[in-house]
């Protein structure tokens, strides 16, 4: 095995620790969205949607909310650290999730 496989594993190793023991943190984390920013059927169904692949018109288009909404949204969630924008060409950046 080499440098590089034994990185990965010991990584892989990490992962599996860090998940057992951060469980209920995440299932507290999870909860705290939803009660602060998930708070509508759109607003769930848009976060779903933030997974990099569309459009800020095209979810609005999906969610029927306004192009407007969703942008604001996504900002909301930029700035609590929950969304990032992923580059899809020159002029296009789509919402993703980070959780």
Known sequence: MDC?????????????LLTIFSQDKIEDFNDSI???YLTTPQ???MYELFDGTKSLKEISEIVKVSSEAVRQFAVLLEQAGLVEY??????????????
């Open 4 to 16: 590089n496989e034994q990185i990965l594993q010991e990584l892989k190793s990490i992962r599996k």
């Open 34 to 36: 939803k009660t602060k």
């Open 86 to 99: 992923v580059i899809v060409s020159n002029k296009q950046k789509n919402p993703k999730r980070i959780f």
């Open 43 to 45: 607003r769930q169904q």
